[in-house]
């Protein structure tokens, strides 16, 4: 009973970090519904799907008959639980790591702001403002320029209708 053992083990811890009766479903769900959480973590993919794959083992085994620790699970698996048990008592679990990486990034780049994408970098918050601004800036020079294309043309025109005539 090595599996069901860690899986009880890693379920009581769940419920009490999550604060959430559902335990292990609790934690796959915070980690589905951080959407960033792969940019930060490095395993946060595997790691979700490991626990998925354990939850849907462990109510094979509890709920349906004939499926047994012996023919569902490896011995591996039950030390990836006690791993995982262990990962998350040491705060270096997949949501311990993503709240670390957006503390520090908070704390690292205060006047930044993250762009959402694949490829996420920091833009300073000013040179938006500048790039919004930029129309009005260009209206006015490019008003400018033809005043003074204007104003050349019409130099032009006087000094030929008076000197050259």
């Excluded at 009880?8 to 335990?23: A, G, N, P, T």
């Excluded at 833009?123 to 209206?139: I, M």
């Excluded at 006087?158 to 050259?164: A, T």
């Amino acid at each position: 009973m090595g599996f069901i053992d860690s899986y009880k083990h890693l379920e009581k811890l769940c419920e009490e970090v999550m604060s959430d009766e559902r335990k292990v479903s609790a934690y796959i769900d915070e980690m589905k519904n951080t959407p960033q959480g792969p940019r930060f973590v490095m395993s946060w993919n595997e790691d979700l799907k490991k626990l998925k794959h354990y939850r849907w083992v462990r109510n094979k085994i509890v709920h349906e008959p004939g499926h047994t620790e012996e023919n569902m699970c490896e011995p591996e698996d039950a030390l990836w639980l006690d791993d995982f048990y262990s990962r998350i008592m040491n705060q270096t679990d997949p949501l311990a790591l993503y709240r670390k990486a957006i503390q520090i990034q908070s704390a690292s780049t205060p006047k930044r702001r993250v762009i959402e994408s694949t490829y996420s970098y920091p833009v300073q918050s000013h040179y938006k403002n500048k790039r919004t601004s930029g129309k009005p800036a260009g209206c006015a020079v490019l008003c400018a320029i033809l005043l003074i294309n204007f104003l050349a043309i019409s130099l032009i025109i006087y000094l030929v209708q008076n000197y050259f005539v």
